[in-house]
Nanobody, 126 residues
Framework: QVHLVESGGGLVQAGDSLRLSCAAS????????MGWFRQAPGKEREFVAV????????KYGDSVKGRFTISKDNAKNTAYLQLNNLKPEDTAVYYC???????????????????WGQGTQVTVSS
């Protein structure tokens, strides 16, 4: 099972950018579908973005579409989430997740992913 570690979170102002990283070890990273989710206090975990094994297919949640970009570097065993034009409502703990099955449209639920990182906090001040 792949082991995931997120980094790159922090405290920023509205309109700023951040890049989150998700480093993977164990397992065959190049085969994995990777996803990013977030959870704000008192709210359910929310789908943010997903990318298929070779980076050709991506999908985004409606609230981040056009502002966030997911990518995957199989040579570095790392997935990324570029966050641009951040808003206070983006404040949450961001989690990366992996699953070994090929990506199929509609499989963006948290329950579709078997491996999770510990999360990284993103706080956006107004």
């Amino acid at each position: 099972q792949v082991h995931l570690v997120e980094s790159g979170g922090g405290l920023v102002q509205a309109g700023d950018s951040l890049r989150l990283s998700c480093a993977a070890s164990q397992g065959t990273f190049s085969r994995y579908t990777m996803g990013w989710f977030r959870q704000a206090p008192g709210k359910e975990r929310e789908f943010v973005a997903v990318i298929n094994w070779n980076g050709v297919i991506t999908k985004y949640g409606d609230s981040v579409k056009g502002r966030f970009t997911i990518s995957k570097d199989n040579a570095k065993n790392t997935a990324y989430l570029q966050l641009n034009n951040l808003k206070p409502e983006d404040t949450a703990v961001y989690y990366c997740a992996a699953h070994a099955l090929p990506y199929r449209s509609g499989s963006e639920n948290a329950s579709d992913f078997g491996s999770w990182g510990q999360g990284t906090q993103v706080t956006v001040s107004s």
